[in-house]
Each structure stands twice: as structure tokens, then as C-alpha cells.
């Protein structure tokens, strides 16, 4: 069945560093692929995604391409901010299938 | 827009009792989702519904979790008896059904529910 892997948390960051947060998938057919945000005491929140191979999904300053050779939805950001703390969900979807969401990723910027 | 809505959004029982969540998703959505986030973990999803049917439970334990959606809008979530792993954060989502595929799912805010 399809399944995400995310690197483990915590990352912890200065703020203005540069983040990186590793996604990879396995999944039948041509998924789509998520990241999902959820800022303490909320729901999720649909941060970026992308439809099909070498799509590069983009919002708020971050960014993921889909890598179909790699298999691999990588999240990043030039320079973050005290306010991107909170956990980061990679999450795919294929046709006929559920969603699937990664374990999550908790992201803490300090100023 | 209003968003998909829940409540309550803190609950504590004891063990043996029962429980309800309430979900009222974005106007005009047919897909209704329920997720168990279990704490350190991603969202699990329960059952899905679309309008008032059920697609897939296969995550449900039917034994002591039941879940509807009568009139095709909002749809609760109830738990009887509660156990002690039961504790966790329950999210509801809802979404536009897309052509060849799933569409975008938006998320209310949680129920956290703490089995004591």
C-alpha cells in the first residue's frame, strides 16, 4: 500500500535558517502529493502541493518539487521565520486511494 | 468561507463511558473524512463518508466506534465505551469530489479527547 517516511523530528533552527525537511513515498500509480502545516491548538492546514512529476508546489516562502525518480517530496525554505514553528505533514493521494500523512515533522525557530 | 467546524474541542471521560464529536464541513462538500491523531503521530483516517454514505471504515473499530452522517451535511462521531488508547485528537475534514481523483482536504481545528 502507499506510505510517506519523513525525516524525524525535532528540527530546531535560528531564525533566517535554511530548512529542509525530507519526504519520501512509495505509492501504486501517479499519487499526488501534500504538505500539510498544524500551528499548536489548530487543524491542518494545506501548506503546498503538487499534481505529477517535476511540479513544484510553492506557498508562504516554502517549496517542494515532486521528484518521481527520487520519490521524494522534499520541503524547503530560504529563511524561517519564529512563526513556521509547528509540525509539518507530508501526505500523498493516489486515485481510488485515501490519503496517506507522513508521522509528521515538529519544526521550533528560535529568534 | 467558513471553514469545516468541530466540537466540542476538549473532552475528558473515564474509561467506560461514552462520547460524541460533532462535525459540520464546508458548504457544498460531499466527501466528509474522520482522522484519530494519536499524539506524536499523522492523522489516521477512520471513515469516510460521501454525501450520507459510507466509502470507507475499514479503520473503524466497529465495536465501539460508529460514525454518521443522516442527512449528507454534518456527522458525529461517537465512541461507547471509551478506552484508555482512545485518547487522541479526533479531526474531521471535508472535500469536493474531483474528477479522476480526491480533491483538497480541509481540516477542522480537533476534538482532543483524554480518556482518564
Known amino acids: 500500500g502507499n506510505s510517506v517516511t519523513q525525516m524525524e523530528g525535532p528540527v530546531t533552527l535560528s531564525e533566517e535558517a535554511f530548512l529542509t525537511i525530507n519526504c519520501t513515498y512509495t505509492?501504486?500509480?501517479?499519487?499526488?502529493l501534500f504538505w500539510y502545516v498544524q500551528y499548536p491548538g489548530e487543524g491542518l492546514q494545506l501548506l503546498l502541493k503538487?499534481?505529477?512529476?517535476?511540479d513544484k508546489g510553492s506557498n508562504k516562502g516554502f517549496e517542494a518539487t515532486y521528484r518521481k525518480e527520487t520519490t521524494s517530496f522534499h520541503l524547503e525554505k530560504g529563511s524561517v521565520q519564529v512563526s513556521d514553528s509547528a509540525v509539518y505533514f507530508c501526505?500523498?493521494?493516489?486515485?481510488?486511494?485515501?490519503?496517506?500523512f507522513g508521522p509528521g515533522t515538529r519544526l521550533s525557530v528560535l529568534p | 468561507e467558513a471553514g469545516v467546524a468541530q466540537s466540542p474541542r476538549y473532552k475528558i471521560i473515564e474509561k467506560r463511558q461514552s462520547v460524541a464529536f460533532w462535525c459540520n464541513p464546508i458548504s457544498g462538500h460531499a466527501t466528509l473524512y474522520w482522522y484519530q491523531q494519536i499524539l506524536g503521530q499523522g492523522p489516521k483516517l477512520l471513515i469516510q463518508f460521501q454525501n450520507n454514505g459510507v466509502v470507507d471504515d475499514s479503520q473503524l473499530p466497529k465495536d465501539r466506534f460508529s460514525a454518521e452522517r443522516l442527512k449528507g451535511v454534518d456527522s458525529t462521531l461517537k465512541i461507547q465505551p471509551a478506552k484508555l488508547e482512545d485518547s487522541a485528537v479526533y479531526l474531521c475534514?471535508?472535500?469536493?469530489?474531483?474528477?479522476?481523483?480526491?480533491?483538497?482536504?480541509?481540516f477542522g481545528a480537533g476534538t482532543r479527547l483524554s480518556v482518564l
Open positions: 475534514a471535508s472535500s469536493l469530489v474531483l474528477a479522476g481523483g480526491k480533491g483538497i482536504q480541509y
Open positions: 505509492a501504486t500509480g501517479y499519487p499526488s
Open positions: 503538487a499534481t505529477k512529476a517535476d
Open positions: 501526505a500523498l493521494t493516489s486515485y481510488g486511494q485515501n490519503f496517506v
